[in-house]
């Protein structure tokens, strides 16, 4: 009999068969595979779109896989920029807009609604302070399909402490709440390291989304990145790494995203060239995560860098199909590792 790791190995489209908590019909979803993949006249080929669209933000967190990029507010992509990305990215799978902390955009609810209109599936990333229950309503009347609040640690304190802000745990959790209450899809967001899958903290931010009503939960593999960049020693063991899929029972708790593979630390994104981030000053990266730019949205269509992107080398070394490129050792050796000390973030490739 095969085991879980065989059963969803290969593709992981783990999703199609036991389905996922979200707004799902199987005939929109075969008509969105069969007409709107392929990229045509100057679009591009998109399935799973992070959009940054500023790094403006309440805390400092010093996890951030964002906090080693510049906050320059008048570079930030402007509402007509972004909207006409949306428009080059033919129909985009999903759309995920991140920060810095996106709530912090005046411009968020047109945003949405924008990319509501030209994506099946429209994400957004927060820290929870701002969602109250109106504010949590303008989301889901602007086309939300689903809010992601980040719990670092089921602790308070320990919460507050890693984000440097008193009393924000309880805003957040009360922010899942008023999502919920307006019937809002929202899943807490969190990181596992060596220390909370060790003493429970993991599971415990499981227990507590289950707790409030929540849809789930996404985590996050602790990887060497933006404010951890140089800080290799976050990386889980393989042991470590089996611990958590025994813990993650899908889809309540998913790896990353949805669509991606949950029985290791592959990334679909990279190895299929499905995922890619657009930085709040239009560069674009192959993730968040990795602070290599192979073009901006403000100089190049987006169809051209993508190409660009995805014929370049490093994605057609063997690492690519294994795990994510930032835990990969000779990954980082190559193109990490041989960053110049104080280069200006992200590298232009």
Known sequence: ?????????????????????????????????????????????????????????????????VGNYENEPPRELTNAEIKDV??????AFVVNFFGGEPTLRQDLMDLIKYASGRSVYVFVDTNGIKITKDYAKQLKDSGLELLYVSIDSPIPQKHDELRGMKGLFEKAVQGIKNAINVKLKCALSTYVTKETLA?????????????????GVRYLLPTATGRWLHNIEVKLTPEEEKEVRKIA????????????????SQ????????YFYISPYGDVMPCCFMPLSFGNVRDDPLKTILERMWGHRMFSEEWTRK??????????????DTIPPGTKLPLKM
Not at 5 to 27: A, K
Not at 86 to 91: E, G, P, V, Y
Not at 323 to 336: A, D, G, S, W
């Open 1 to 65: 009999m095969e085991t879980e790791d065989e059963r969803f190995s290969g593709e992981g489209n783990l999703w199609e068969e036991v389905g996922i908590p979200l707004t799902y019909n199987q005939e929109s979803m075969q008509k969105w595979f069969l007409e709107e993949r392929g990229g045509i006249n100057n679009r591009a080929d998109v399935f799973y779109l992070m959009f940054g669209i500023t790094y403006n933000c309440q805390l400092r967190c010093p996890h951030c896989c």
């Open 86 to 91: 949306l428009d080059q990215s033919n129909k």
């Open 199 to 215: 003493n429970g903290e993991f599971e415990r931010v499981i227990k507590l989304a289950k707790d409030i009503g929540a849809n």
């Open 249 to 264: 029972k899908f889809p309540f708790v998913c790896r990353d995203f949805y669509f991606q593979t949950q029985t290791s």
């Open 267 to 274: 990334c679909r994104g990279v190895a299929d060239g499905v």
């Open 323 to 336: 795990e994510c490129p930032m835990l990969n050792v000779e990954f980082r050796k190559k193109y990490i």
